[in-house]
T-cell receptor
Framework: NAGVTQTPKFRILKIGQSMTLQCAQD?????MYWYRQDPGMGLKLIYY???????DKGEVPNGYNVSRSTTEDFPLRLELAAPSQTSVYFC??????????????FGEGSRLTVL | GNSVTQMEGPVTLSEEAFLTINCTYT??????LFWYVQYPGEGLQLLLK?????DKGSNKGFEATYRKETTSFHLEKGSVQVSDSAVYFC???????????FGPGTSLSVIP
């Protein structure tokens, strides 16, 4: 019972490099989300998707891109990494609108450091 | 806009002590309210929720009551254990669009 799987768990990038954080869920959830967690700041929504082929910006989308070609996968792309993107990134999914149920299922997180 | 405020941590308690973590919110409409818990090295997981005023959510000995008059959703547990050491996040759903808004989190350490 895998749930939400994120890779890699840890990564160090140099300024200006690019990378993709992978997220996959096996629960057939339509809704998927990317959050970043900074110390003392809680979680901020980066991007979200309500189904394959549909994505939308959250609170802090600058410097990131996403795609949703399948129900299962929701990769997050970082272009031209900057130190401000040093954070822990969480992917989450839900089986219906969160206004209806509120329950998000989270992956274990990906810790990214940009030097 | 909608927001969630939590008491600042870290909170350190002895085993079997009583726990209260305060949470207040600002929202338009009638949001649902949640507590999520994050154990060390893990992602967040839902602890409990309440979807309307005066509802009480409960799970694993934790409780929280949705108080509309004071816009609060305080988390309580009568007797904490070392295994309750974690970061606790209060959250609400936006009613105008489909998102969950999280508070900054409160770190709890329980010592034997």
């Amino acid at each position: 019972n895998a749930g939400v799987t994120q890779t890699p768990k840890f990564r160090i990038l140099k300024i200006g490099q690019s990378m993709t954080l992978q997220c996959a869920q096996d629960m057939n959830h339509n809704y998927m989300y990317w959050y970043r967690q900074d110390p003392g700041m809680g979680l901020k929504l980066i991007y979200y998707s309500v189904g394959a082929g549909i994505t939308d910006k959250g609170e802090v989308p600058n410097g990131y891109n996403v795609s949703r070609s399948t129900t299962e996968d929701f990769p997050l792309r970082l272009e031209l990494a900057a130190p401000s993107q040093t954070s822990v990134y969480f992917c989450a999914s839900s089986y219906s609108r969160t206004v209806d149920t509120g329950e998000l299922f989270f992956g274990e997180g990906s810790r990214l450091t940009v030097l | 806009g909608n927001s969630v405020t939590q008491m600042e941590g870290p909170v350190t308690l002895s085993e079997e002590a009583f726990l209260t973590i305060n949470c207040t919110y600002t929202a338009t409409g009638y949001p649902s309210l949640f507590w999520y818990v994050q154990y060390p090295g893990e992602g967040l997981q839902l602890l409990l929720k309440a979807t309307k005023a005066d509802d009480k959510g409960s799970n694993k000995g934790f409780e929280a009551t949705y108080r509309k008059e004071t816009t609060s959703f305080h988390l309580e547990k009568g007797s904490v254990q070392v295994s309750d050491s974690a970061v606790y996040f209060c959250a609400l759903t936006e009613t105008s669009y489909d998102k969950v808004i999280f508070g900054p989190g409160t770190s709890l350490s329980v010592i034997p």
